[in-house]
C-alpha cells in the first residue's frame, strides 16, 4: 500500500501505525492549504515578518528565509510555521490583492487562459438567445481603436439578404440603414415595425443618391415632356412618320398603326393636372421596325454615362414585343453612329408596370460631331406576328444617368411648354416671326399664305 495519495501527496495511516492523529492532521493541513485556493499575494519572495494563521502565499521569485528554494509553491502559515505545497499543472487559485485568478502552467502562475472561441452566445448584463447570440444591455458602448483606426463589420451571405443596422422602439423597427435586399445602402423608416418607408437608396456604383419619397431630389429627368402634357399637334392619329406629342417621334415600319395621346381617367392619375398616355394600337398592322423615339438633344451630354430609363407599360393582352436600344447619332459631316442595346425583350402585362433598362453609352472620344447632333433612346415595338398585334400603352417616362431607376417625378404643364416651344411652336394667327414669343432652338420657318405656322423640329 502506497503511503500517500497520488495527486496532493496526502499521508496515509497505515496499519498498526502509532500515533495516527499525526498523520490525519498533517493530511488535514494540506487540505487547508489547497482547498478553496486563495492567496494573498504572490509577487515577493520573502516571507511577511508578522503572518496571520490561516494567511496563504504564492512564493515569487528569488525566495528567501524560510521560503528559500520554494519559488512558486503554495506556503500556508499554520500560526508556528510554515508548510509548503508544490503545485501541479492546472491549478488555479485567486490572488487577493490582484484581484485575478491565476494558473499554473508547469513552470510559472500566469493569468487566466478561458476558451472563448465557438461560444454557444454570450450575454453581458442580460441573457442572449437563440437570434441574438451576442447580447448587451447597458447605458453606453464603447468601440475603440488599437492604435490607429477602427471598423465594425456587418457581413451578409448573399447580395439577396440583408447587412443593416435596425433601431427600435419598444423592440418594434423605426429606421434601418443597410444593405437591405441587395447591395445598395438603403435608409428606410417606419411607422410602426412593419409598413416600411424607403427614404434614401444610394447606388453601389456610381453612388447616386435616390429619394424615393422627395423625387425631386432624385436624378434630373433627361426627357422633355415626360408625361405628355405638351401636345401642340393635338392628341392625333398621328402621322405614320414623324413627330407625335412634343418630343417623341415614330417610325411605322410602312405599316398604319393609330397613335394617339389619351387621357387616364382621374381616378388612376396621380397629378392634380391629371394624366396622359400614349397608345400604339397595332390591331392588324403587323410588321417589323415600328419604333418610339425618344431624342436626346447634344450627343455629348450622355457620351460616357451609364443611363437607365425607364416608363409604366401595359399591353391589351400580355407580351413580349418590346426591346430598348440606343443611337448615338453624330449629325451631318459627323462619325457613323454606335449602336448600344438597353434590353433585348421586355414581358409587358395587361396593367400598368413600372419598367426599367440600363446601359453604358460610350464615349465620343476621337468622334466627329457633325450639325444636329443627339442621342437616338428607341423603344422598339416587335409586332411582326398576328400574336403580336394589339394596343400598347406608354407612360411616365424617365432616362436619366446612373445604374438604378429613380421614382418619377411629374413636371409642370408651363415647364413642359416651355421647353417644348423652344424646339416647335404652332402659332396659328401669327402674322411675323417677331409674334413668336419663345426664344427658339433654331430661326423657324414659315409655310402657307397665311395665317402662318412657325415651325422648327428638332
Request: a negative charge; charged letters at 15%.
Amino acid at each position: 500500500m502506497p503511503d500517500q495519495s497520488p495527486v496532493l501527496g496526502l499521508p496515509y495511516i497505515l496499519p498498526a501505525q502509532a500515533q495516527k492523529h499525526i498523520t490525519h492532521n498533517t493530511a488535514i493541513t494540506q487540505l487547508d492549504l489547497l482547498v478553496q485556493l486563495a492567496v494573498q499575494s504572490r509577487s515577493s519572495g520573502t516571507p511577511p515578518a508578522s503572518p496571520s494563521t490561516g494567511e496563504r502565499h504564492i512564493i515569487g521569485a528569488a525566495a528567501t528565509g524560510d521560503w528559500a528554494g520554494q519559488e512558486n509553491s503554495l506556503a500556508l502559515w499554520s500560526g508556528s510555521g510554515w508548510e509548503f505545497q508544490a503545485p501541479l499543472t492546472g491549478w488555479q487559485a485567486y490572488v487577493q490583492d490582484e484581484n485575478t485568478t491565476l494558473v499554473f502552467d508547469g513552470a510559472t502562475w500566469g493569468g487566466e487562459t478561458l476558451d472563448l472561441q465557438n461560444l454557444a452566445g454570450v450575454g453581458i448584463n442580460t441573457t442572449s438567445d437563440a437570434t441574438n447570440k451576442l447580447a448587451l444591455s447597458a447605458d453606453a458602448t464603447l468601440m475603440t481603436h488599437a492604435g490607429s483606426g477602427h471598423q465594425l463589420k456587418i457581413n451578409k451571405a448573399t447580395s439577396g439578404d440583408t447587412a443593416a443596422l435596425l433601431f427600435q422602439d419598444n423592440w418594434s423597427g423605426r429606421a434601418e440603414i443597410g444593405l437591405s435586399g441587395d447591395d445598395d445602402l438603403h435608409v428606410k423608416v417606419s411607422p410602426d415595425g412593419s409598413s416600411w418607408h424607403e427614404a434614401i437608396s444610394l447606388d453601389r456604383t456610381t453612388g447616386t443618391a435616390c429619394f424615393p419619397k422627395t423625387p425631386h431630389l432624385s436624378a434630373p429627368n433627361l426627357i422633355r415632356n415626360p408625361s405628355f402634357y405638351c401636345a401642340q399637334r393635338g392628341d392625333g392619329p398621328f402621322s405614320t412618320n414623324g413627330y407625335t406629342v412634343d418630343g417623341f417621334k415614330i417610325v411605322t415600319g410602312g405599316k398604319s398603326p393609330v397613335i394617339t395621346r389619351e387621357t387616364l381617367p382621374s381616378a388612376e392619375a396621380e397629378t392634380v393636372q391629371g394624366e396622359y398616355y400614349m397608345r400604339y394600337d397595332n390591331t392588324g398592322q403587323t410588321g417589323l421596325y415600328q419604333n418610339i423615339k425618344l431624342p436626346i438633344e447634344d450627343v455629348s451630354t450622355t457620351a460616357g454615362s451609364n443611363l437607365v430609363l425607364s416608363f409604366d407599360a401595359r399591353c391589351d393582352s400580355i407580351q413580349s414585343l418590346a426591346r430598348v436600344y440606343s443611337y448615338q447619332e453624330f449629325g451631318s459631316g459627323g462619325s457613323p453612329h454606335v449602336y448600344t442595346p438597353f434590353v433585348g425583350s421586355l414581358v409587358i402585362s395587361t396593367g400598368w408596370t413600372r419598367i426599367s433598362a440600363t446601359a453604358y453609352i460610350p464615349s465620343i472620344a476621337g468622334k466627329t460631331l457633325g450639325t444636329g447632333h443627339y442621342l437616338n433612346i428607341i423603344i422598339g415595338l416587335s409586332m411582326s406576328t398576328p400574336g403580336l398585334e394589339g394596343q400598347f400603352d406608354i407612360r411616365r417616362i424617365k432616362l436619366e444617368k446612373g445604374t438604378k431607376a429613380t421614382p418619377f417625378q411629374p413636371s409642370s404643364p408651363a415647364q413642359d411648354m416651355a421647353q417644348s416651344r423652344y424646339y416647335f411652336q404652332r402659332w396659328q394667327t401669327a402674322q411675323n416671326l417677331n409674334d413668336l414669343a419663345y426664344g427658339m432652338r433654331v430661326t423657324p420657318t414659315s409655310s402657307g399664305a397665311g395665317p402662318y405656322d412657325y415651325s422648327a423640329e428638332f
